[in-house]
């Protein structure tokens, strides 16, 4: 059952630390998105990469969010220093490059306190 | 104006209810529409895709493209408590990656 996966599923951690948020695409799909979710905002894209290249981070803070594909396994979205404020559900989204479909996983409940 | 706007609801149906969902949109050069569900403290399952206009079915839920007038609809037949989720509709430009979701609508089926 191809799905995407994303760990840690909860992360609650204080003001002031480093957050990692790990993303393992669908075998095959070489275009990850970050996404994060409020309620306030809805979903907001963060970053993309493909081919493992990063295509657009546009929308994350550049002086704590920094987004990484080390190889075609694996994405990374780290924070740091966290703030309250990056309180959210972080998403992960994949898709092939022979469709339009996207793919998410069952996202990272992040609390910074 | 937002890209996509999609009635936030909450909306309430009773069980065996026809429910129809609808996002309208501005951007012309989307071709490609989503339909997602999603479950409290879940991701978004992907439950509809169509490309360009026109309509199509899976089982009790069919999806309506209209791009003439900017309109995409989601129908859900016989609709169940199981149904009871979060319905995002979400649009994308050929070959752009810039996928544009709705607010999502909170729909409640009541058994």
């Known amino acids: 059952d191809a799905r995407v996966t994303q760990t840690p599923r909860h992360k609650v951690t204080e003001m002031g630390q480093e957050v990692t948020m790990r993303c393992q695409p669908i075998?095959?799909?070489?275009?990850v998105f970050w996404y994060r979710q409020t309620m306030m905002q809805g979903l907001e894209l963060l970053a993309y990469?493909?081919?493992?290249?990063?295509?657009?981070d546009s929308g994350m803070p550049k002086d704590r969010f920094s987004a990484e594909m080390p190889d075609a396994t694996l994405a990374t979205l780290k924070i740091q220093p966290s703030e309250p404020r990056d309180s959210a559900v972080y998403f992960c989204?994949?898709?092939?490059?022979?469709?339009?479909?996207?793919?998410f996983g069952s996202g990272t409940q992040l609390s910074v306190l | 104006q937002k890209e996509v706007e999609q009635d936030p609801g909450p909306l309430s149906v009773p069980e065996g209810a026809i429910v129809s969902l609808n996002c309208t949109y501005s951007?012309?050069?989307?071709?490609?529409f989503m339909w997602y569900r999603q479950y409290s403290r879940k991701g978004p399952e992907l439950l509809m895709y169509?490309?360009?206009?026109g309509n199509k079915e899976d089982g009790r839920f069919t999806a309506q493209v209209d791009k003439s007038s900017k309109y995409i609809s989601l129908f859900i037949r016989d609709s169940q408590p199981s149904d009871s989720a979060t319905y995002l509709c979400?649009?994308?430009?050929?070959?752009?990656?810039?996928?544009?979701f709705g607010t999502g609508t909170r729909l409640k089926v009541l058994a």
């Open positions: 169509t490309y360009s206009s």
């Open positions: 951007n012309s050069a989307f071709q490609y």
């Open positions: 979400a649009m994308e430009g050929s070959g752009t990656y810039k996928y544009i």
């Open positions: 075998l095959g799909h070489n275009t």
């Open positions: 990469f493909r081919n493992r290249a990063p295509l657009d």
């Open positions: 989204a994949t898709r092939s490059g022979t469709d339009e479909k996207l793919f």
